[in-house]
């Protein structure tokens, strides 16, 4: 399982990239795995601010829709496009090219709030 060390992570299965006020965000390898084979992204809140914890989209595999939860506070400023046509670029590039939307922050200090890389090795080992 693939959790870089680099990233901070959510209860939820998002992980998150900060570079200064802007957090990219996608789903973590081990859940893209327990997804399965995803066949569509849906992120229907670009230019809107969304409340941490809030749905900003849901992610369709074979079997199954779950929703995505934001992490931080924000404003939806991207969408990976790349995902309308590759969705399955989530299952095989969960951290790089799968990569969902990229967010600019409205309160910083809500990323002490986030996981480390080994809090989240914890919590999925359950």
């Known amino acids: ?8 992570y959510t ?15 996608g789903i973590t390898d081990f ?8 066949v569509y992204v849906d992120v229907d809140t670009l230019d809107d601010t969304v409340e941490i914890e809030e749905v900003f989209g849901s992610v369709e595999a074979v079997k199954t829709v779950s929703d995505l939860f934001m992490p ?8 990976n496009e790349t995902l309308e046509d590759e969705p399955e670029l989530v299952n095989s590039d969960p951290y790089g ?21 080994e809090a989240y090795q914890e919590l999925i080992k359950g």
């Not at 209860?11 to 965000?25: L, R, S, Y």
């Not at 859940?31 to 995803?38: H, M, N, P, T, Y």
């Open 97 to 117: 090219n799968g990569w969902m939307i990229k967010v600019k922050l409205s309160d910083n200090s809500q990323v002490e709030g986030l996981l480390d890389a």
């Open 1 to 8: 399982m693939n959790i870089p060390a680099e990233l901070k």
């Open 31 to 38: 859940a893209q795995s327990e997804l399965g084979d995803i």
């Open 11 to 25: 209860k939820d299965h998002e992980w998150v990239k900060i570079d200064g006020d802007v957090a990219t965000i």
């Open 72 to 79: 931080l506070t924000g404003e939806v400023i991207e969408f």
